[in-house]
Antibody, heavy 112, light 112 residues
Framework: QVQLKESGPGLVQPSQTLSLTCTVSGFSLTSNSVHWVRQPPGKGLEWVGAIWSGGSTDYNSALKSRLSISRDTSKSQVFLKMNSLQTEDTAIYFC??????WGQGVMVTVSS | DVVMTQTPVSLSVSLGGQTSISCRSSQSLVHSDGNTYLYWYLQKPGQSPQLLIYKVSNRFSGVPDRFSGSGSGTDFTLKISRVEPEDLGVYYCYQGTHYPFTFGSGTKLEIK
């Protein structure tokens, strides 16, 4: 059974760094891509970036300078790090396996 | 960035009725590998998005045949027949052909 679960701090101060973890089960990270998608409260979906089965990454150009996605295949975990956070980064952050299976999402609020 | 324009913004459908949602992209979504990476998602209230259709017209696992996708190039349509109460929510189209991948702004479906 495929499962993805996001975890991380619910509250981050402005200008600080966000670190999120997506822990997966039921599939291999070396055979599947994992994407991050975010959704500001009451708004639509935004693709953040992806790590592909071979380990390469692609990022939303609007976020690229602040964003890093990596993984630990031995732990079946994918990591998102985003620095210089602003209030506009407040959103639910989802991880998804190639767009098919999704985690429940984690709410991140950027506020002092 | 590829702009995905969805219409209508909202619609109200009677139970058992039929409806369609249009999605137009600002560029052709035909990839150099010959595939068209156009997807349709439904996000039910308080839930993560769920994949309905991938690569224009392929139903994802477990998706009833009441949902069908069609189109090519820049024009795509999602049709929903025999609408049921669980179909309510926001429908998004999504392109995975050009970086950064982008979502439409969503179509909210209400049940009359």
């Amino acid at each position: 059974q495929v499962q993805l679960k996001e975890s991380g701090p619910g509250l981050v101060q402005p200008s600080q760094t966000l670190s999120l973890t997506c822990t997966v089960s039921g599939f291999s990270l070396t055979s599947n891509s994992v994407h991050w998608v975010r959704q500001p409260p009451g708004k639509g979906l935004e693709w953040v970036g992806a790590i592909w089965s071979g380990g390469s990454t692609d990022y939303n150009s609007a976020l690229k300078s602040r964003l890093s996605i990596s993984r630990d295949t031995s732990k079946s975990q994918v990591f998102l790090k985003m620095n210089s956070l602003q209030t506009e980064d407040t959103a639910i952050y989802f991880c998804t396996r190639s767009g098919g299976d999704w985690g429940q999402g984690v709410m991140v609020t950027v506020s002092s | 960035d590829v702009v995905m324009t969805q219409t209508p913004v909202s619609l109200s459908v009677s139970l058992g009725g039929q409806t369609s949602i249009s999605c137009r992209s600002s560029q052709s979504l035909v990839h150099s590998d010959g595939n068209t990476y156009l997807y349709w998602y439904l996000q039910k209230p308080g839930q993560s998005p769920q994949l309905l259709i991938y690569k224009v017209s392929n139903r994802f696992s477990g998706v009833p045949d009441r949902f069908s996708g069609s189109g090519s190039g820049t024009d795509f349509t999602l049709k929903i027949s025999r609408v049921e109460p669980e179909d309510l929510g926001v429908y998004y189209c999504y392109q995975g052909t050009h970086y950064p991948f982008t979502f439409g702004s969503g179509t909210k479906l209400e049940i009359k």
